[in-house]
């Protein structure tokens, strides 16, 4: 679910409409608690839960390792095409609106309503506005830019993973790669393989090696960005190649109890930095 007009830009939000009734058709309702995971561990899903978030849906929660986690606990899962509460959904609020006298299909109430929070998002132009607030404070001024990106294309001396687009960063941006907000380790460990019983073992012992990613206490989350000069009393964007690993830091910013009123996300990230031509690249650290 993207801007579909923004073809030269790979994750983009979409319209709020547009994922109201993407999320409508899912089934999805406004008051939903959704828990989104991925194979990762720690990775996409903060993606998805920022989106959430971006649409005014606080109800969210992100699945601490994972599908691998998941595995590695025994649970259930299932396989083939994925099923989904829509058609249910469907004929309860196509029931509930008959109840009030309506029999027109297209006036079935949605159940999705989107509220669109623009202060979590931030644009190129805001990003340009900052970078120059920041350069006319040496920093002292202005919301703090933390890149998650691995640290060699942040510094311009690995290639971006997209052809012919510059590496390097943002004047007075701050490098913390999303790597160093979660412990990468097996999935048993993640879990705690004696905790599971012997027919759960013998379920998931095929996953018990794959590697996932679980985020970091809050007290680690706090020092690693403070080792990264980071001040986390103060407003800052977080930024990655396209968005995405932007939002591993957003998740990891709440988690370590920086309000979300001080933090915002650049969805277009240095993709839409570096194609513009106009924008200014530093090399080095």
Same mark, same amino acid.
């Given at each position: 679910? =993207?801007?579909?007009?923004?073809?030269?830009?790979?994750?983009?939000?979409?319209?709020?409409?547009?994922?109201?009734?993407?999320?409508?058709?899912?089934?999805?309702?406004?008051?939903?608690?959704?828990?989104?995971?991925?194979?990762?561990? &720690?990775?996409?899903?903060?993606?998805?839960?920022?989106?959430?978030?971006?649409?005014?849906?606080?109800?969210?929660?992100?699945?601490?390792?994972?599908?691998?986690?998941?595995?590695?606990?025994?649970?259930?899962?299932?396989?083939? !095409?994925?099923?989904?509460? &829509?058609?249910?959904? $469907? =004929?309860?609020?196509?029931?509930?609106?008959?109840?009030?006298?309506?029999?027109?299909?297209?006036?079935?109430?949605?159940?999705?309503?989107?509220?669109? #929070?623009?202060?979590?998002?931030?644009?190129?132009? $805001?990003?340009?506005?900052?970078?120059? #607030?920041?350069?006319?404070?040496?920093?002292?001024?202005?919301?703090?830019?933390?890149?998650?990106?691995?640290?060699?294309?942040?510094?311009? #001396?690995?290639?971006?993973?997209?052809?012919?687009?510059?590496?390097?960063?943002?004047?007075? !941006?701050?490098?913390?790669?999303?790597?160093?907000?979660?412990?990468?380790?097996?999935?048993?460990?993640?879990?705690?393989?004696?905790? =599971?019983?012997?027919?759960?073992?013998?379920?998931?012992?095929?996953?018990?090696?794959?590697?996932?990613?679980?985020?970091?206490?809050?007290?680690?989350?706090?020092?690693?960005?403070?080792?990264?000069?980071?001040?986390?009393?103060?407003?800052?964007?977080?930024?990655?190649?396209?968005?995405?690993?932007?939002?591993?830091?957003?998740?990891?910013?709440?988690?370590?109890?920086?309000?979300?009123?001080?933090?915002?996300?650049?969805?277009?990230?240095?993709?839409?930095? !570096?194609?513009?031509?106009?924008?200014?690249?530093?090399?080095?650290?």
């Amino acid at each position: 679910i =993207k801007d579909l007009a923004r073809a030269d830009l790979p994750h983009m939000l979409p319209p709020a409409e547009f994922f109201a009734t993407a999320m409508d058709r899912f089934g999805i309702a406004s008051n939903d608690h959704v828990v989104v995971y991925d194979s990762a561990g &720690v990775g996409p899903a903060c993606r998805v839960f920022w989106t959430f978030h971006t649409m005014g849906h606080n109800r969210v929660s992100v699945l601490n390792g994972g599908l691998p986690a998941w595995i590695a606990h025994g649970y259930e899962t299932e396989a083939g !095409a994925c099923s989904s509460s &829509v058609t249910g959904a $469907d =004929k309860a609020t196509e029931a509930a609106h008959q109840s009030k006298g309506g029999n027109n299909e297209s006036a079935r109430l949605p159940l999705y309503c989107a509220q669109p #929070q623009p202060d979590l998002v931030c644009s190129y132009a $805001d990003i340009v506005g900052n970078i120059e #607030q920041l350069k006319a404070s040496s920093g002292h001024s202005g919301r703090q830019i933390i890149d998650a990106r691995p640290n060699p294309r942040f510094t311009g #001396q690995a290639p971006e993973i997209r052809p012919g687009l510059s590496s390097g960063h943002m004047p007075h !941006a701050i490098s913390v790669p999303s790597s160093e907000v979660v412990t990468v380790t097996t999935a048993s460990e993640a879990t705690g393989k004696d905790s =599971k019983t012997e027919a759960q073992s013998k379920m998931s012992s095929a996953s018990d090696a794959a590697t996932v990613q679980v985020l970091k206490s809050p007290e680690q989350i706090r020092a690693t960005f403070e080792a990264a000069g980071v001040d986390l009393g103060r407003p800052i964007t977080t930024t990655c190649g396209s968005g995405v690993t932007a939002a591993v830091l957003y998740f990891a910013l709440l988690n370590a109890g920086v309000p979300r009123e001080n933090l915002t996300l650049f969805d277009g990230s240095w993709t839409e930095y !570096a194609l513009n031509p106009s924008s200014e690249i530093v090399k080095g650290a």
